[in-house]
């Protein structure tokens, strides 16, 4: 079962024309039950228009602020961002789910050096990763390689300025637009080009620990393709999708017939049959069963669930690895049974 608490809006900050962040009031008794690690997001769950609508965002703060702030940005037809740019109040009620998510980075005290790739509001939770890694007491050095169209649509810049010139001798932040030529940055969009400039140029003498990269598909996968051309061993490598780019379903499995479907929930079991054309998460919704679920897109890990009887198939993957799927880990939103019988249980992740 999501668990959502309500939560009043206790500041919204414009960062930029279309995009703003907001600070939730976390009561005292649940101040513990928030407690996330850097990286991670939270669902916010709201009625619109009649229709309820779960939206993921990633939590911007850090991990000694003892508070929540996310970033949100409008984009086209987004009714939830649209909203919350443009309507939402401080003093207003939201529901909110506990952070969650694997996207993560554990600031420990020893030195580590990271290096980031992140585009647009990929910046979101590689910025909580970033000032908790510099409120950590270590000499951890932290490079962020930031595109943008240009400096005006660019979240956060201006922290993100101030925490550069704080902390010059861990904190190494390069700019890059693709549609403005500013001085002291880099001009076009992260590419191979631009890996090869930080990691054989400007840092050449530093060994890094761990990559985290963010935003767009296309950039993520051309900048790891690179790393990996590198030879920087995968597991080091850490990824999350913010836009996912339209591609053909990876399944050519004929979904014909039924399935008889078990679904372990909040250590309850219920038994149906179910179309295999349809997603499992759409008929474990239409069940009336509260599964966890955000952004029903296959981006986020809200809905993961492990198939512990038969086999499922996934529309499409871009965050799961080999070897998870082996194991039986599913994203029921892009799931679909193949065996006559199968079982899913969202309690074994």
Request: with cysteine; aromatic share 8%; glycine share 6%.
């Amino acid at each position: 079962m999501s668990i959502f608490h309500k939560l009043s809006v206790k500041e919204i900050k414009k960062e930029t024309k279309n995009a703003v962040s907001i600070l939730f009031n976390i009561p005292e008794n649940l101040q513990h039950e928030f407690n996330f690690t850097p990286g991670q997001y939270i669902t916010i769950k709201k009625e619109i228009d009649g229709k309820e609508l779960r939206r993921a965002y990633s939590i911007c703060s850090s991990i000694k602020s003892n508070s929540i702030r996310i970033g949100v940005k409008a984009v086209d037809n987004g009714t939830f961002s649209i909203f919350a740019t443009t309507m939402l109040k401080e003093g207003d009620i939201l529901e909110v789910s506990l952070p969650e998510g694997r996207f993560t980075l554990n600031p420990e005290n020893i030195d580590k050096n990271y290096l980031a790739f992140v585009a647009g509001s990929g910046i979101t939770p590689v910025l909580s990763m970033l000032k908790s890694v510099l409120e950590a007491e270590n000499n951890n050095k932290f490079v962020l390689v930031y595109g943008n169209k240009s400096p005006g649509v660019t979240m956060f810049k201006d922290e993100i300025d101030e925490l550069s010139a704080n902390h010059s001798d861990r904190l190494f932040v390069y700019y890059t637009f693709s549609e403005a030529n500013e001085e002291g940055a880099l001009f076009g969009r992260i590419d191979a080009s631009t890996v090869n400039f930080i990691i054989k140029n400007k840092h050449k003498g530093i060994d890094f620990d761990e990559f985290f990269l963010c935003g767009p598909e296309d950039m993520i996968d051309k900048v790891k393709l690179d790393l990996l051309d590198k030879k920087i061993s995968e597991d080091n490598i850490h990824f999350e999708l913010f836009s996912a780019k339209l591609k053909e379903k990876d399944t050519v499995v004929k979904l014909d017939g039924e399935a008889l479907i078990t679904v372990i929930l909040d250590d309850e079991e219920e038994t149906f049959s179910m179309k295999k054309e349809k997603s499992i998460l759409e008929v474990v919704l239409a069940k009336g069963l509260d599964a966890p679920y955000s952004c029903q897109g296959g981006i986020c890990s809200s809905c993961l669930a492990q198939v512990t009887e038969g086999k499922a198939v996934m529309e499409t993957n871009s965050i799961l690895s080999d070897e998870e799927v082996d194991e039986g880990l599913i994203l029921t939103c892009q799931a679909h049974p193949t065996t006559d019988k199968i079982t899913i249980d969202y309690d074994a992740v």
